[in-house]
């Protein structure tokens, strides 16, 4: 089983719906993220959180919502689909050891469709 | 300009060449310097770590420069398993990942 579970792996929606993406993990790490990967952007980060009481505004936060509901899950959330949020979305883990080697560690991507 | 940049390729070698690929950075603070590997339409995963001395791993040599801001990775003797995109990483300190848009590799039998 991964280490970094995210679902749903795809999901096709409607303009104005509310879409939501879970990730969890059992790494037992404390820090979590959110990307998205556009063809020819790279990854950008919409939301990070460093522990359950710590949420953080990424690069492209706009039209999304987070929700560290337990050190293992971190859930994103789009209010109102857009077609421009077609994407695909990947849910991270890091561990803040120091002898972490700064490894960020990915789930197996969501990738979503607004039409 | 973009703070992490690279070329986006495709680099379309035979088997057994050697190629390699530059990523320059546009923050001077930054600290920390990785490479890693994405397959077609899976998850981006670590290949290595750059560290300042430049560091080896098999096939794969990664150097960093601080004075023009730029890292590489070598890949010799080139594997059909080595096609996918190679994402150039750059970390500051305390800081949050910037990620490059990747360049990607083709190996030809």
């Known amino acids: 089983d991964a280490d970094v579970t995210q679902t749903p792996r795809n999901r096709i929606t409607k303009t104005g719906k509310r879409i939501m993406l879970e990730c969890s993990q059992t790494?037992?790490?404390?820090?979590m993220y959110w990307y998205r990967q556009d063809p020819g952007l790279g990854l950008r980060l919409i939301y990070y959180s460093f522990d359950v009481k710590d949420i953080n505004k990424g690069e492209i936060s706009d039209g999304y919502s987070v929700s560290r509901q337990a050190q293992a899950k971190f859930s994103l959330s789009l209010e109102s689909a857009i077609p421009n949020q077609t994407a695909l979305y990947f849910c991270?883990?890091?561990?803040?050891?120091?002898?972490?080697?700064?490894?960020?560690?990915f789930g197996e991507g969501s990738r979503l469709t607004v039409l | 300009r973009k703070e992490v940049e690279q070329d986006p390729g495709p680099f379309n070698v035979p088997e057994g060449a050697t190629v390699a690929f530059n990523c320059t950075y546009s923050?001077?603070?930054?600290?920390?310097f990785f490479w890693y590997r994405q397959d077609c339409r899976k998850e981006p995963k670590l290949l290595m770590s750059?560290?300042?001395s430049g560091n080896e791993d098999g096939r794969f040599t990664a150097q960093l420069n601080r004075a023009s801001q730029y890292i590489s990775l070598l890949i010799r003797d080139s594997k059909l398993s080595d096609s996918a995109t190679y994402l150039c990483v750059v970390n500051n300190y305390g800081q949050n990942f910037v990620f490059g848009p990747g360049t990607r590799l083709s190996v030809l039998p």
């Open positions: 750059v560290y300042s």
């Open positions: 923050n001077s603070a930054s600290q920390s």
């Open positions: 790494k037992g790490h404390d820090r």
């Open positions: 991270a883990t890091r561990s803040t050891d120091r002898a972490n080697t700064g490894e960020l560690f």
